[in-house]
């Protein structure tokens, strides 16, 4: 019998599904809702050694910033001492490579999974993502034959740039990446997943690699020059697409919002839209007492856990500086959200009340994904900390990152005591709150 056990009591854990260096993939299900998830279970100790740290990280954050249908979607991340476990979407379909091993697609099949690929990267791209590393491998397909984008391990983020401008990591599998990443000198990361989403439809129409050959200085040689033959069954309209996307200067090279335009493309082309990313509020406050008078207490495991340093897990998700959704504060829940009220009217962010210690702000301007709405929630912790949480209702994740670092911070600053992954050390080596409201009045409202 399948041996099985269960992870913080809400998911399920069952049979492996695949292994690397630094991870498992098991096949599990929620306990509630019996729904499939794949849990990546990472080895910290083994991570840290290979120095392998800001890989994951990075992938995970990228995972949470890149949320659309054709991209495989993070649900959780947890953590144990030893272990940090990334709970997916299952995607049963395996994948693509499988289903190209078998030969050529028709040239309507390919066109539906390169539509997909290509609207996955164009808003990758609007996120200031790059994957770096697309190719059949990472193209999952689901049990609806949709296609799915995997594996950010080796994906660029926007801080990565140097001060020209450009990337200078050299990476990704050689078949498949842009001449320019091959070279010394720097490179744009949208241009190179351009080149090899060219790659990628040819293989898709053609059933076999545009650059090969056994000497791999040869095939970088072919690559270089841009150097390949259409078999003679791939449409002429297919042929010039692909002519545009595998150009070796990528100053010339077609850009993907050109791409959406070309007529073989838009054949039949439906543009999917980003997932709306509403907070489940089981998550955002577990183990929570309610009562009308007196604002929700925080279980004191959960607060520990979610302050302190050694358990904090925003590190994964994005930069420290990013972590700005989470305060405590020394004043009283009533005073906390007449200051948040306060506040947002300076904003200009309507005000409506979701509870007594529970507010909705809503913005006035139009933002890339409607207007940004935040929910703010105060918790008390003890008779004389509260905690407050920032999460995004509605809008773009960008735009409620820069609210709350731009404009939450200086318009709350007299009211925090210190904000979470802020903290800092003492000549002690003791953790101090250490936030921008340590010019806390001895009079606490």
Same mark, same amino acid.
């Given at each position: 019998?399948?041996?099985?056990?269960?992870?913080?009591?809400?998911?399920?854990?069952?049979?492996?599904?695949?292994?690397?260096?630094?991870?498992?993939?098991?096949?599990?299900?929620?306990?509630?809702?019996?729904?499939?998830?794949?849990?990546?279970?990472?080895?910290?100790?083994?991570?840290?050694?290979?120095?392998?740290?800001?890989?994951?990280?990075?992938?995970?954050?990228?995972?949470?910033?890149?949320?659309?249908?054709?991209?495989?979607?993070?649900?959780?991340?947890?953590?144990t001492?030893?272990?940090?476990?990334?709970?997916?979407?299952?995607?049963?379909?395996?994948?693509?490579?499988?289903?190209?091993?078998?030969?050529?697609?028709?040239?309507?099949?390919?066109?539906?999974?390169?539509?997909?690929?290509?609207?996955?990267?164009?808003?990758?791209?609007?996120?200031?993502?790059?994957?770096?590393?697309?190719?059949p491998?990472?193209?999952l397909?689901?049990?609806?034959?949709?296609?799915?984008?995997?594996?950010?391990?080796l994906?660029?983020?926007?801080?990565?740039?140097?001060?020209?401008?450009?990337?200078?990591?050299?990476?990704?599998?050689?078949?498949?990446?842009?001449?320019?990443?091959?070279?010394?000198?720097?490179?744009?990361?949208?241009?190179?997943?351009?080149?090899?989403?060219?790659?990628?439809?040819?293989?898709?129409?053609?059933?076999?690699?545009?650059?090969?050959?056994?000497n791999?200085?040869?095939?970088?040689?072919k690559?270089?020059?841009?150097?390949?033959?259409?078999?003679?069954?791939?449409?002429?309209?297919?042929?010039?697409?692909?002519?545009?996307?595998?150009?070796?200067?990528?100053?010339?090279?077609?850009?993907?919002?050109?791409?959406?335009?070309?007529?073989?493309?838009?054949?039949?082309? !439906? $543009?999917?839209?980003?997932?709306? %990313?509403?907070?489940?509020? /089981?998550?955002? +406050?577990?183990? &929570? =007492?309610?009562s009308? @008078?007196?604002?929700?207490?925080?279980?004191?495991?959960?607060f520990?856990?979610?302050?302190?340093?050694?358990?904090?897990?925003?590190?994964?998700?994005?930069?420290?500086?990013?972590?700005?959704?989470?305060?405590t !504060? $020394?004043?009283?829940?009533?005073? %906390?959200?007449?200051?948040? /009220?306060?506040? +947002?009217?300076? &904003? =200009?962010?309507g005000? @409506?009340?979701v509870?007594?210690?529970?507010?909705?702000?809503?913005?006035?301007?139009?933002?890339?994904?409607g207007?940004?709405?935040?929910?703010?929630?105060?918790?008390?912790?003890?008779e004389?900390?509260?905690?407050?949480?920032?999460?995004?209702?509605?809008?773009?994740?960008?735009?409620?990152?820069?609210?709350?670092?731009?404009?939450?911070?200086?318009?709350?600053?007299?009211?925090?005591?210190?904000?979470?992954?802020?903290?800092?050390?003492?000549?002690?080596?003791?953790?101090?709150?250490g936030?921008?409201?340590?010019?806390?009045?001895?009079d606490?409202?």
């Amino acid at each position: 019998m399948e041996e099985r056990h269960t992870l913080f009591e809400k998911y399920e854990m069952g049979r492996l599904l695949g292994k690397g260096t630094f991870a498992k993939v098991y096949y599990g299900k929620q306990v509630v809702s019996g729904d499939s998830v794949a849990i990546k279970v990472i080895n910290k100790d083994q991570v840290r050694r290979e120095g392998m740290m800001d890989q994951i990280q990075r992938e995970i954050a990228v995972m949470r910033l890149v949320r659309h249908p054709n991209v495989v979607e993070i649900k959780e991340v947890m953590a144990t001492k030893t272990k940090i476990f990334v709970v997916m979407e299952y995607v049963k379909g395996g994948e693509l490579f499988a289903t190209v091993a078998r030969g050529r697609l028709r040239e309507d099949l390919a066109r539906k999974y390169f539509q997909q690929l290509i609207s996955a990267v164009d808003f990758c791209h609007s996120r200031g993502v790059c994957h770096r590393d697309l190719k059949p491998e990472n193209l999952l397909l689901d049990e609806n034959g949709d296609l799915k984008v995997s594996d950010f391990g080796l994906s660029a983020l926007p801080e990565q740039l140097r001060h020209d401008g450009l990337l200078h990591t050299r990476c990704g599998t050689p078949a498949y990446v842009a001449p320019e990443v091959l070279r010394k000198k720097g490179y744009d990361g949208s241009k190179a997943d351009t080149w090899s989403c060219g790659v990628i439809l040819y293989v898709l129409l053609a059933g076999f690699l545009p650059f090969q050959d056994e000497n791999l200085v040869n095939m970088y040689k072919k690559v270089f020059k841009a150097e390949f033959e259409f078999p003679p069954w791939i449409s002429s309209e297919a042929r010039r697409l692909i002519s545009k996307l595998l150009v070796v200067d990528p100053q010339r090279r077609i850009t993907i919002p050109a791409v959406m335009r070309v007529p073989w493309f838009c054949k039949n082309f !439906s $543009r999917s839209n980003s997932f709306q %990313i509403t907070p489940n509020p /089981e998550e955002s +406050a577990p183990n &929570l =007492r309610k009562s009308s @008078s007196s604002p929700a207490f925080f279980n004191a495991f959960e607060f520990i856990s979610s302050m302190s340093s050694g358990f904090d897990l925003s590190s994964l998700f994005e930069d420290r500086r990013r972590t700005g959704s989470v305060f405590t !504060s $020394r004043w009283s829940a009533a005073a %906390i959200v007449a200051k948040i /009220e306060t506040a +947002a009217a300076r &904003l =200009r962010f309507g005000v @409506s009340k979701v509870g007594d210690f529970k507010l909705r702000l809503q913005g006035e301007a139009e933002g890339r994904k409607g207007r940004l709405a935040v929910t703010a929630e105060v918790f008390e912790v003890a008779e004389e900390v509260a905690v407050v949480e920032f999460s995004k209702a509605a809008g773009d994740t960008l735009e409620y990152v820069k609210f709350c670092e731009e404009d939450v911070r200086p318009a709350l600053k007299d009211i925090v005591w210190t904000w979470q992954g802020d903290n800092v050390c003492n000549s002690n080596g003791k953790v101090d709150g250490g936030g921008e409201g340590e010019k806390q009045p001895s009079d606490k409202p």
